[in-house]
């Protein structure tokens, strides 16, 4: 099995193109969001025990994000991410949406 591949109409094809976009887009939601909080990455990281040196390279570095990293930073900011699963047709990748929503620690959201 191919790892990698060309882009069909703008699209990868290949799994490991797919985790790529994805981290991708996940970095650019953490950090919109971060940027919508007014939070520091010293923050992030006082409420995660990490250093702030961790929550850079997170940041900065979206495809090195592991699923864990993107709970607890959505965590940290208080934020939950919606993920929305559809299968396709086999000719082009399935699309990747997104949508963070604020939550309160109580969870409810707001």
């Known amino acids: ?9 703008g699209r990868p094809t290949e799994p490991l193109e797919l985790i790529r976009e994805a981290k991708l887009l996940l970095g650019r939601m953490i950090r919109e969001r ?7 990455q010293s923050d992030l990281g ?8 961790q929550i850079a390279v997170w940041i900065n570095q979206p ?3 592991s699923l864990e990293a993107v709970v607890r930073l959505l965590w940290a900011m208080n934020a ?3 993920v ?4 396709h047709d086999g ?6 949406g997104h949508e963070l929503t ?5 969870g409810g959201e707001q």
């Open 46 to 53: 006082r409420r995660l025990g990490v250093p702030p040196s």
């Open 91 to 96: 000719e082009h990748g399935p699309p990747l």
């Open 34 to 40: 971060l940027n919508e909080t007014g939070l520091k």
């Open 102 to 106: 604020h939550v309160d620690r109580s």
């Open 1 to 9: 099995m191919k790892t990698s591949g060309p882009d069909v109409g």
């Open 84 to 87: 929305h699963v559809e299968g």
């Open 80 to 82: 939950r991410l919606h």
């Open 63 to 65: 495809t090195r994000l």
